[in-house]
């Protein structure tokens, strides 16, 4: 149970990028979905850096409420966005690499999970989008590995191999995928730009890698969640000015929510 | 409850002051405290903008778990900041107007909710923070007043006057107080700086305002809280070099306050 009233919630599930991204001053996706959809979602970062595809199973399997938890729940998880790949796609010798085909099957588990009526998490309310691994830039990631006294532990062709990968996860379970690793490479291509420029160290996301993420979900929404875009939800409670004008102030101060008039989303 | 596996939370209770804390744009001190303690407190918004303490009362009963709740449920507040004022303190003929008393009671009946025994929201766990309404910057606020064809309706006198009244409530009742209002005024006193420089409108706070509060915040914490500064409190689920580690993965994955071991804050 929560401990404070409910809103209902976007959940950012995900490994780094989804943990820093609640950086203002990277003006990360995750910090600006809260703030646009201030007022109307709690959008909760469930980030874990470092953590691949392996460990979010069993993660995600406590995160989600189950069918009894739904009824018993005010509020639900109109989305959630599953983002990992960048520590899968770790080269072999990594300690962090999952390989492709458990990768494919990690994902379409943590789907099906929510999709599937036969899982007791089953959650038809839920919404997802999967986002793919963005690009690696080996010229700065090398840097960093040799700063820890490491080989290079990850590639471009590798990345693009675990985002082809997500790609059909989306495409078999009819569930939406923000390419973040094509629109960041398309860029590079057609405006002849050097992938340094979104990405922070080769691996993490900076401003503009994530400025290029937050757009791509909007877009996602926009085109395949219309119903829950930050301008299709409403506030919680009244606008003030709209609060002068009612009869029973009192009455209009109730959260829906809480009076079990949930918000069909 | 919760829809997806509870963290501790903060609460941020206020007006239109906390509803825009979540803008990274202006360093909002809402996401700047969501992203230093990511992965170990959820940051809740619950900002109103343009509400005062007669309409935050009654939101607040709704907002507070219930001693039972408390008890059934696996995560707890540590920490709720009560931040209102800006509108209480618009001068007698606006509607946004509550006099003086009638603000120092709210806010006592505010912190009486979750401090007193008697009350059915009692929680002894849950540390407070009062912060006092900014500075007024008549000159810019002025003009907002006019584009919208009304006339001046607030003064810095009056937003002084209610920063006092928050200072007393936080004596009487052993709040911490983060004076934003007197934090500002000496800035502008001791560098010779003007009120625009830390105020977007001459009524919300701009990013150097922003800046100014979290930093307040924070110091607030390390003084009166500091089991709570994000220093000491640790992240949900072990940095990924330390599972590694680990014997049993499955285990070392498993959160603590399902396990029915709550974090003893």
């Given at each position: 149970?929560?401990?404070?009233?409910?809103?209902?919630?976007?959940?950012?599930?995900?490994?780094?990028?989804?943990?820093?991204?609640?950086?203002?001053?990277?003006?990360?996706?995750?910090?600006?979905?809260?703030?646009?959809?201030?007022?109307?979602?709690?959008?909760?970062?469930?980030?874990?850096?470092?953590?691949?595809t392996d460990?979010a199973l069993?993660?995600?399997?406590?995160?989600?409420?189950?069918?009894?938890?739904?009824?018993?729940?005010?509020?639900?998880?109109?989305?959630?966005?599953?983002?990992?790949?960048?520590?899968?796609?770790?080269?072999?010798?990594?300690?962090?690499?999952v390989?492709?085909?458990r990768f494919k099957s990690n994902t379409k588990a943590m789907?099906?999970?929510?999709?599937?009526?036969?899982?007791?998490?089953?959650?038809?309310?839920?919404?997802?989008?999967?986002?793919?691994?963005?690009?690696?830039?080996?010229?700065?990631?090398?840097?960093?590995?040799?700063?820890?006294?490491?080989?290079?532990?990850?590639?471009?062709?590798?990345?693009?191999?675990?985002?082809?990968?997500?790609?059909?996860?989306?495409?078999?379970?009819?569930?939406?995928?923000?390419?973040?690793?094509?629109?960041?490479?398309?860029?590079?291509?057609?405006?002849?730009?050097?992938?340094?420029?979104?990405?922070?160290?080769?691996?993490?996301?900076?401003?503009?890698?994530?400025?290029?993420?937050?757009?791509?979900?909007?877009?996602?929404?926009?085109?395949?969640?219309?119903?829950?875009?930050?301008?299709?939800?409403?506030?919680?409670?009244?606008?003030?000015?709209?609060?002068?004008?009612?009869?029973?102030?009192?009455?209009?101060?109730?959260?829906?929510?809480?009076?079990?008039?949930?918000?069909?989303?």
């Amino acid at each position: 149970m929560s401990s404070t009233h409910p809103y209902n919630q976007i959940i950012l599930f995900g490994d780094s990028i989804t943990q820093f991204s609640f950086d203002p001053e990277l003006c990360g996706f995750g910090a600006l979905l809260a703030n646009i959809y201030v007022r109307k979602l709690d959008v909760l970062n469930r980030g874990f850096s470092g953590y691949n595809t392996d460990w979010a199973l069993p993660i995600l399997k406590q995160l989600l409420p189950s069918i009894k938890e739904q009824k018993e729940t005010a509020n639900s998880i109109p989305l959630m966005t599953i983002f990992f790949g960048a520590n899968d796609g770790a080269l072999p010798f990594s300690p962090q690499h999952v390989p492709l085909d458990r990768f494919k099957s990690n994902t379409k588990a943590m789907i099906d999970l929510v999709k599937n009526p036969e899982s007791p998490l089953y959650n038809p309310k839920m919404r997802l989008i999967l986002i793919t691994p963005p690009p690696i830039n080996e010229v700065q990631w090398r840097k960093q590995c040799e700063n820890n006294g490491e080989k290079l532990n990850r590639t471009n062709e590798a990345a693009r191999a675990y985002a082809e990968c997500i790609k059909e996860v989306g495409r078999e379970t009819g569930t939406p995928v923000a390419d973040i690793w094509s629109k960041i490479m398309d860029k590079i291509g057609r405006d002849d730009r050097d992938l340094s420029e979104f990405l922070l160290d080769g691996l993490h996301l900076n401003a503009n890698g994530y400025k290029e993420l937050y757009n791509l979900l909007l877009s996602t929404i926009t085109e395949r969640y219309p119903e829950i875009h930050p301008d299709a939800v409403g506030y919680e409670l009244p606008y003030w000015r709209d609060l002068l004008a009612v009869d029973n102030t009192l009455e209009a101060l109730q959260f829906p929510l809480l009076a079990n008039k949930p918000t069909e989303i």
